[in-house]
């Protein structure tokens, strides 16, 4: 009874090997591993994870591996075989084996890995681009010291000046270049004896670099350049009845007083709406200036003038610019991959 037992248990142990032989196939994969550029890749390890078989990529890219399928064919017409692809620095890839492919395996490794995964890589996004603006610019514009004149009537140059300006800009891979213009108002007053008017002007140039979030629906750029400011200042007795023209040609005070100055800031573009399948967009732009004078003394022009004491032009150093951009993006660089 007991070799009876063994008998049948032996029966059974070699009709369960000799099924698993049936069921269970060896295929041989030929196949390449190449980068995105296709430039063969040596040392890749190929592996059915399944059965642990690897094998490493040859010098050219090229590679056999045997891989077990069980059930045979029909597991690859029906699922295939899962098969992965590393390589230190580049993302592992899986590949689905099947009867199509098995004989020309083509794998292409992307450049990463596993490393790359964990260490992020903060990339700015890339900004080529022109614009057309419009806004308002404050700037305090002052004199401190006028000694031909009194105290009442140096009062009435010391006139903050609101300059309504345009202007165009461009991003260059993000490299910000502002050439702008603005122009103040006339600006009138009177005392018991003078009348005086004057107004401005102020050119500027900037440089700087645009930082965009969010999809650049914010652009945050600081700046440093340079800028031109004039003011036209025209005084002369209080009498209606004579044009301020003819007190001038007698030679009262008609001075353009020119003050050089450097410039930091920062301002930033808030995107309102966007048209043109994202190539065109209207912007709000905020900016923040501080000024240093070139001069301390500002350069003065006069047609003539009985006026000839020193002078000082103050310009307040910190100003303010609002305005509304429209903008174009000419076309996207391409970046590499961290």
Known sequence: MKHYRLYTLLFFIMSALHAMAISSDTIVVRGTVTDSLGNPLAVAIVEQRETHNYVF???????????????????????????????????????????????????????????????????????????????????????????????????????????????????????????????????????????????????????????????????????????????????????????????LQQGYMDLLFKQYIATIGGKADLRLYEFGKGRQAIYLSAGVGYSFHYNLYPKISAKGTRITSPNRLIVFPVSCEVSVRYMLNLFTWKDKKP
């Open 57 to 247: 990529s040859k010098p050219d890219g090229t590679f056999e591996l045997k891989v077990v399928s069980k059930y045979g064919n029909k597991r690859l017409e029906k699922v295939g075989i899962p098969i992965y692809v590393t390589l230190v620095g580049y993302d592992t890839q899986p590949v689905i084996l099947n009867n199509s492919n098995k004989e020309s395996l083509q794998v292409v490794l992307i450049e990463g890995g596993e490393r790359a995964k964990t260490r992020k890589v903060k990339k700015w996004k890339t900004i080529t681009s022109l614009s057309a603006y419009v806004g308002y610019n404050f700037t305090d514009v002052s004199f401190n010291r006028f000694d031909d004149l009194r105290d009442d009537q140096v009062y009435l140059l010391n006139k903050t000046k609101n300059y309504i300006g345009f202007g165009f800009s461009s991003y260059i891979r993000n490299i910000y270049l502002d050439l702008g213009f603005s122009f103040s108002p006339t600006v009138k007053g009177e005392s018991e004896i003078y009348r005086h008017y004057s107004d401005g002007t102020h050119i500027k140039f900037n440089i700087g670099y645009g930082f965009p979030f969010y999809d650049k629906k914010l652009i945050v750029t600081p700046y440093w350049g340079s800028s031109y400011l004039g003011i036209n200042e025209y005084i002369a007795p209080l009498d209606r009845k004579v044009s301020l023209e003819n007190y």
